[in-house]
């Protein structure tokens, strides 16, 4: 069917907890939204099968549609359209594999197993294990191992370039005779990344060659003294976006229905987030935060950069951004106070049951405080894999092995960043959008004049992958139905060292002429309305020791864009310390989202 | 769509359960197709050489490589106990003698007249898979392991944490809805799996690591006690290796739920009879859930289907899953189709449900899981 003939698409997101399904229809010869549903994925038992999720989700489509979309029996997609029934294309995104979770392995525990650890924490993965020749257990207590453990992937490295071989193969030995199986069983083949002594590489390859989906890059631990952890993080990702994370059972049953390849979910709405800076040619930031994983991506002096966090995210992941935020980060978003024992029950069984929804205004809350450190979180380590095309080489001596410290100098500039971009459920559907606008306020920090927008109902993956094989579809959509304007964040950097006292002057010149003057004080939200469509002229004096982008105490002249929730002054600082005192704390929390209408009844 | 989330958890009074048991390194298998084994029995081994230890001999006795000849006092091949003479010196008059003693018992098994050195190596590691559940054997896997099978009650729990573990079941909380408390655990409990109601206590699961319990089956646990238990917070749910001497498999969730009335009776039916659990969870795509399997004494295997989540109807059990009234058992009584705005100010399509105590409520239906009955 060619691309003129085709009027009705289909497309769906199978993410880790719940599939979405979009219904496109051309109507006055223009490509709109018409309906959306959908229904909880399916990769857990019974059913193993994500293609049942995507029926359920078509299925409440076709009800909403009020026409048959699904076959009689309900187990396939009518295709083409034909007397109403059908669509003429069904493509889909997947991140229903969810989560990397890693082993390691080096050939000294202490050396490349701990550089070898670093560079996969740094790509988003948990660390299962490192296997190391020194770690004391004995060959066949690894391999137990590596069988029991099941990981996603393994990063095999050791040895320095031009030196001793033999402990490296022995490794890969030991994975071989493991012979380990991908998570997702029969069909799939386990990714192991080798980044060791380079010399070693032909050995490696026949020894693993023909076990496993075998990649290799360069050796992360070249020398004794030297690191070089970049090529084996964005490998790690790459690896991770091709191998696990789209994967799923059921997988190649899915792939039967769709017209055109299934894209890794990450993929696609990077594309989108591309097409948006190139359009309006802006610098962005965009972050899609999901149930198990939370992806970031940036465009920066015209270089894009994505980070999938795989382990960061609002349902299966969500003890996980309890564990590593801590309970302080997460609580100190709450306005009120909570007794631990209890939120952690309410957490954990979150993550083991996760289609589960907040019912109570409280719990809404806490999921949104766990929603803006898991964006923080995830923003932190896309800062430091965005460092442009090429990873610089951190020299290490053995004295600081232990030290995590940055490699090269990150690209993201919040100063310079004329976008924020949220998607994902959490921020799509959150019952205020004032609530989204905060939640990528308090993530994020942005500073200076800052755009920002929401995917209206989480469409931006199927519209990725959707932009692949009809471009003009997805933009006649995106543009018309999925980006929200929320308004504009104004923040100068500079810290607050006293709360109420003036931290910036403004006026600000409408389209149709009114002029508004205000003083912004320390510590202090404030919200302007300014219309969905409406631009503005602001000029702003900040005090001696606020900067907008010109230099400490500057004027600045700037542009802002209305949006649902209007033009948010963020005088609170940056960066910003909460109180010490808790009751303190909650009532400057309290202030603030009262200052935004963020939740009933504050 | 009348659907509700279900995690599928199979809880089944009689199926067909097959185990694969293999070897980390090839070896031996150690029974043969249609064997009957015990739970204990090894069904497949292998020896790893014993670890390498260097002694250098000259060095010790202060005499040149070639000449440890003429003091060796056992020869390559012999097997040696720790501290036995290796090689010793004739000494003056049979005074002042030098000796090398084997730092460990093992065999000897080089000796370098070259370097002088002795090479001793620990005897074999015997390394050994049981069968883990009372059956029969299946199929082989030459030189790998078998496949076991068995009719058994299967229960899968919700998470878990520890290993394999066999014990006789007691049912120690005497209703589903019972904590399981410090002072209920007896050192007649030593060597069995106990089975608690909606909640073991840290201090009742400490107990029964004390008395020498395998294992505890159990509704609810606490996940502030699982972080104080584990020594740190568990981010991601992949567990089974902990070695805290006790398996823990929790039938429905974190804090105190009432275990599933099905769950409960199956167990109370099972009391006294050998069962195998294991602790191990995975809660990701390709999900791995603990376990419970009570083979029974039955010959042929008689399948049981497991019936799968035909939706909610009105009159349809279902359980909350989150709070408020977390862990409650309610009747569906009305499935609204238009969506609904709740208290968090979401619209969602809501159940109409009333408690086993007269309680109604309309909850997101996403927020109960049904209750197969």
């Known amino acids: 069917m060619s691309k003129t003939e085709i009027t009705s698409i289909l497309a769906t997101d199978c993410g880790s907890t719940t599939t979405k399904a979009i219904l496109i229809e051309k109507r006055d010869n223009v490509f709109r939204l018409v309906v959306r549903g959908e229904a909880p994925t399916t990769v857990e038992a019974p059913v193993e099968d994500v293609t049942q999720g995507v029926l359920n989700a078509v299925s409440e489509v076709q009800e909403l549609a009020g026409r048959q979309i699904l076959t009689d029996d309900g187990k396939a997609i009518i295709k083409p359209i034909k007397d109403g029934k059908g669509v003429d294309l069904y493509v889909s995104t997947s991140s229903a594999g969810g989560g990397l979770q890693m082993m390691v392995s080096g050939v000294v525990k202490t050396m490349s197993g701990e550089s070898a650890t670093r560079a996969a924490l740094g790509a988003g993965a948990i660390v299962m294990d490192v296997l190391a020749t020194n770690d004391g257990r004995l060959p066949h207590q690894k391999i137990q191992r590596i069988r029991h453990l099941r990981p996603d992937m393994i990063l095999l490295s ?74 084996t993080r964005q490998k790690i990702q790459h690896l991770f976006l091709e191998h696990v994370m789209s994967h799923a059972p059921g997988y190649p049953h899915l792939m039967e229905l769709t017209d055109e390849d299934i894209m890794p979910t990450p993929g696609a709405v990077g594309d989108i987030m591309q097409l948006i800076s190139r359009k309006k040619n802006l610098t962005v930031v965009g972050a899609d935060i999901g149930g198990a994983t939370t992806d970031v991506f940036s465009v920066f002096q015209g270089i894009y950069n994505k980070s999938v966090s795989a382990n960061y995210g609002m349902s299966y992941s969500i003890s996980n951004v309890f564990a590593e935020a801590g309970l302080d980060n ?63 080489q951190q020299e290490r001596t053995i004295g600081d092995v232990f030290e995590q410290t940055m490699t090269g100098e990150t690209l993201v500039n919040l100063k310079d960043l004329n976008m924020l971009i949220g998607s994902g459920g959490v921020l799509s559907h959150a019952p205020r959008r004032q609530q989204t606008a905060m939640m990528l306020i308090d993530a994020f920090l942005p500073e200076g004049i800052t755009q920002l927008t929401v995917d209206s109902i989480f469409m931006m993956p199927q519209l990725g992958v959707l932009a692949k094989v009809h471009e003009e579809a997805a ?25 109420g006292e003036p931290v910036l002057d403004y006026v600000l010149t409408k389209q149709n002429g009114d002029v508004l003057k205000g003083t912004v004080n320390g510590g202090e939200l404030n919200v302007v309305k300014l219309s969905v469509g409406e631009t503005a002229k602001i000029v702003i004096h ?40 808790n009751a303190e704390r909650v009532k400057l929390v309290k202030s603030w989202y009262k200052a935004l209408d963020l939740y009933p009844g504050l | 769509m009348a659907s509700a989330y279900t995690p599928g958890l199979k809880i089944v009074s009689k199926t067909l359960v097959e185990k694969d048991r293999k070897l980390p390194l090839l070896g031996e298998v150690r029974v043969k197709k249609g064997d009957k084994v015990k739970a204990e029995s090894v069904v497949a081994s292998t020896n790893l050489p014993g670890n390498v230890f260097m002694v250098n001999i000259a060095n010790l006795l202060s005499v040149e490589p070639h000449e440890i000849n003429d003091f060796l006092k056992k020869k390559e091949g012999d097997f040696v106990e720790k501290d036995d003479i290796i090689a010793e010196t004739n000494g003056f008059f049979g005074f002042f003698k030098s000796c090398v003693r084997s730092p460990i018992k093992g065999s000897i098994e080089n000796l370098s007249t ?12 015997p390394v050994e898979v049981h069968a883990y559940v009372d059956g029969e054997i299946d199929d082989i896997y030459p030189k790998e392991g078998v496949k076991i099978k068995t009719t058994a009650t299967y229960i899968q729990g919700i998470f878990g944490i520890g290993g394999e573990v066999t014990g006789l079941l ?112 995975q809660i990701r795509a390709g999900v791995i859930r603990p376990e419970v399997i009570i083979p029974l004494k039955v010959e042929g295997h008689e399948e049981q289907v497991h019936k799968g989540n ?33 208290e968090s100010e979401a619209k969602v399509r809501v159940v109409d449900i009333e408690t086993t105590s007269g309680l109604k409520l309309t909850l997101p239906r996403a927020n109960v899981e049904i209750i197969e009955e």
């Open chain 1, 158 to 231: 050791g040895g320095v370039d031009g030196g001793t071989k033999s402990h490296v193969i022995a490794l890969a030995e030991i994975i071989a005779a493991a012979s380990p199986k991908a998570r997702l069983g029969a069909g799939y083949e386990l990714p192991v990344l080798y980044a060791g002594n380079k010399d070693a590489q032909s050995e490696i390859k026949d020894t693993l060659g023909n076990k496993v989906a075998l990649d290799i890059t360069e050796n992360l631990r070249p020398s004794m003294e030297s690191e070089n952890l970049m090529p």
């Open chain 1, 330 to 392: 997460i609580m100190r978003w709450v306005p009120f106070e909570m007794d631990e024992r209890d939120l952690r029950n309410r957490v954990k069984n979150k993550m083991i049951r996760p289609t589960t929804i907040p019912y109570l205004l409280e719990e809404l809350m806490v999921e949104q405080a766990c929603a803006r450190e898991a964006l923080r979180l995830s923003f932190d380590q896309h800062r430091s894999l965005a460092v442009g095309l090429k990873g610089i």
């Open chain 1, 475 to 499: 933009l006649s959509v995106f543009e018309r139905d999925c980006l929200i304007y929320l308004g504009t964040c104004v923040a100068p950097t500079g810290i607050v060292k006293k709360a």
């Open chain 1, 542 to 581: 900040p005090k001696r020791n606020y900067d907008m982008g010109n230099g400490a105490g500057k004027e600045f002249e700037g542009e802002v864009h209305g949006g649902v929730v209007g033009l948010i002054f963020d005088t609170r600082g940056r960066p910003f310390k909460f109180p010490t005192d």
């Open chain 2, 114 to 125: 070259a370097t002088g050195q002795a090479v001793l190596r620990e005897p074999p590691i």
């Open chain 2, 170 to 281: 007691e049912m120690v909380s005497q209703s589903p809805d019972a904590v399981l408390e410090k002072d209920d655990i007896k050192p007649v409990h030593a060597g069995k799996i106990i089975v608690g109601g909606s909640l073991v206590t840290a201090e009742a699961l400490q107990r029964a690591i004390e008395v020498g319990v395998r294992g505890v089956i159990v509704g609810g646990y606490d996940a502030h006690d699982l972080k104080e238990f584990l020594g740190y917070d568990l981010g991601v749910a992949i567990t089974g290796t902990e070695e805290k001497g006790i398996t823990l498999v929790v039938t429905e969730g974190f804090g105190k739920i009432q275990m599933a009335h099905k769950t409960y009776e199956l167990l109370k039916a099972a009391e006294g009879m050998k069962t195998s659990i294991n602790g191990a969870t």
């Open chain 2, 310 to 342: 035909n939706g909610m109807l009105v009159g349809t059990s279902v359980r909350i899953i989150r709070q408020p009234h977390f862990g409650e058992v309610a009747k569906v009584v009305n499935l609204p189709e238009k969506p609904v705005i709740i």
